[in-house]
């Protein structure tokens, strides 16, 4: 389990303080973008937890963020399908590939062998994309195990 304070620390940017991090996980759980595991208010004292989907939703709803310009709130449709890449020890070797064209809803991701990279983009098709290497992120964000 998680408690805000280890999602921002995860999840800030490099020159951003911690503080910044929180409140943006705040204003997400608030949003019901993200979810606590148990109860949403557990009391004076006690901090919400999270679980590792969660960590790995305010992980990528902040690359979207960043990366694509969406909403914060347009993201978790998105979720489901890129979360399994986390997720499975399979993937650690390589490439995440998201891509999208501003104005549609669709998107695409996909993981590919480094070596693939420059072919899988000439043949993609979409106007943006967001390439993560999923074996640091796992590390970074302490899912391994």
């Avoid at 999602?7 to 910044?20: F, L, S, T």
């Avoid at 590939?97 to 669709?106: L, N, S, V, Y």
């Avoid at 899988?120 to 106007?127: C, D, Q, T």
């Amino acid at each position: 389990m998680f408690t805000v304070s280890d999602i921002a620390e995860r999840i800030k940017r490099p020159d951003e303080e911690v503080g910044q991090a929180i409140t943006r996980v705040r204003n997400w759980t608030k949003e019901g973008l993200i979810y606590p595991v148990g109860q949403a208010n557990p009391g004076t004292g006690r901090a919400r937890e999270y679980s590792q989907e969660a960590l790995i939703d305010a992980f990528l709803i902040d690359a979207f963020v960043q990366c694509f310009g969406s909403a914060a709130v347009s993201v978790p449709q998105y979720l489901k399908r890129i979360r399994y890449f986390f997720s499975d020890a399979n993937q650690r070797n390589k490439l995440l590939i998201i891509g999208r064209t501003p104005g549609r809803k669709d998107f695409q991701a996909n993981s590919y062998r480094p070596s693939e990279l420059a072919a899988a983009l000439r043949s993609l098709g979409w106007e943006m994309y967001m390439v993560l290497d999923i074996g640091p992120l796992v590390k970074r964000l302490g899912l391994e195990g």
